[in-house]
C-alpha cells in the first residue's frame, strides 16, 4: 500500500465552482500534513499546512480526519489560476516528506 | 534572494555516463534532500541531508551518491547512467524537520539514451 494515495483526477470545473478532493495516508504515525501546488513543469511550492482544527487560507480549506487517516482540500469559487496539480504531503516525523502522485485541478472559463 | 538553485536545468546522458547535479541553498538550511519525480508518480527521496557532512539514504539511491561539504551545497552524483534514471530531479532545503515547508529547486530534466 502506498504511503499516500490520491485520486489522480482531473477534475474539471467551471470558473467560480467549488471543487473538493482527498488523499489517504497508511501510517497512523504521521505527525503534519500539508498541500502543496505544482504548476506544468515546476516545482511543487507549499499551499498550506493542514491542522487537526481544520484550517482556511482565503479560498482554500483544509480539513484532517486522523481517525480515517484523510486529508481533504476543497477550493471554493475556482480560478484559471487554481488549474494545477496538487500533492497530499505526510511527515512520519523521520525528517522526511512522502508526497502523493497528486491531484490534477482543470478550472475552465 | 536565490532561494534553491539548481543546475542544469535540461541534460541528456549516454547509457553508461556519469554526471553531477548540482544544488546551492542560500537560506542557510540545515535539511537538505534531493527528489526524482516520475510521470504520474510522487516524489521519491534519493537521499537527504542533516547538516553538513551528514548524509543518508531515502527510498530510491541506488545508482546515485551525494554529498554535503557545506551548509549551502548538496551536489547528486550519477554513475554509470541508465534509462531508468530519465527523470525529473528536484532539489529541496527546509529550516527544520518539524516543517514541511520545503524550498525546492526549479528542477533538472534528465534524458538517458
Known amino acids: 500500500r502506498k504511503e499516500v494515495e490520491q485520486d489522480p483526477g482531473p477534475f474539471n470545473v467551471p470558473e467560480g465552482a467549488t471543487v473538493a478532493f482527498n488523499c489517504t495516508y497508511s501510517?497512523?504515525?504521521?505527525?503534519?500534513f500539508f498541500w502543496y501546488r505544482q504548476d506544468c513543469r515546476k516545482e511543487p511550492k507549499l499551499l498550506m499546512s493542514?491542522?487537526?482544527s481544520g484550517n482556511e487560507d482565503g479560498r482554500f480549506t483544509a480539513q484532517l480526519n486522523r481517525a480515517s487517516q484523510y486529508i481533504s482540500l476543497l477550493i471554493r469559487d475556482s480560478k484559471l489560476s487554481d488549474s494545477a496539480t496538487y500533492l497530499c504531503?505526510?511527515?512520519?516525523?523521520?525528517?522526511?516528506?512522502?508526497f502523493g502522485a497528486g491531484t490534477t485541478v482543470t478550472v475552465r472559463a | 534572494n536565490a532561494g534553491v538553485t539548481q543546475t542544469p536545468k535540461f541534460r541528456i546522458l549516454k547509457i553508461g555516463q556519469s554526471m553531477t547535479l548540482q544544488c546551492t541553498q542560500d537560506?542557510?538550511?540545515?535539511?537538505m534532500y534531493w527528489y526524482r519525480q516520475d510521470p504520474g508518480m510522487g516524489l521519491k527521496l534519493i537521499y537527504y541531508?542533516?547538516?553538513?557532512?551528514?548524509?543518508d539514504k531515502g527510498e530510491v539511491p541506488n545508482g546515485y551518491n551525494v554529498s554535503r561539504s557545506t551548509t549551502e551545497d548538496f551536489p547528486l552524483r550519477l554513475e554509470l547512467a541508465a534509462p531508468s534514471q530519465t527523470s525529473v530531479y528536484f532539489c529541496?532545503?527546509?529550516?527544520?524537520?518539524?516543517?514541511?515547508?520545503?524550498?525546492f529547486g526549479s528542477g533538472t530534466r534528465l534524458t538517458v539514451v
Open positions: 529541496a532545503s527546509s529550516y527544520s524537520e518539524a516543517t514541511g515547508g520545503y524550498t
Open positions: 501510517n497512523s504515525a504521521s505527525q503534519s
Open positions: 493542514v491542522y487537526s
Open positions: 504531503v505526510v511527515n512520519k516525523g523521520d525528517y522526511k516528506l512522502s
Open positions: 537560506m542557510n538550511h540545515n535539511y
Open positions: 541531508s542533516v547538516g553538513a557532512g551528514i548524509t
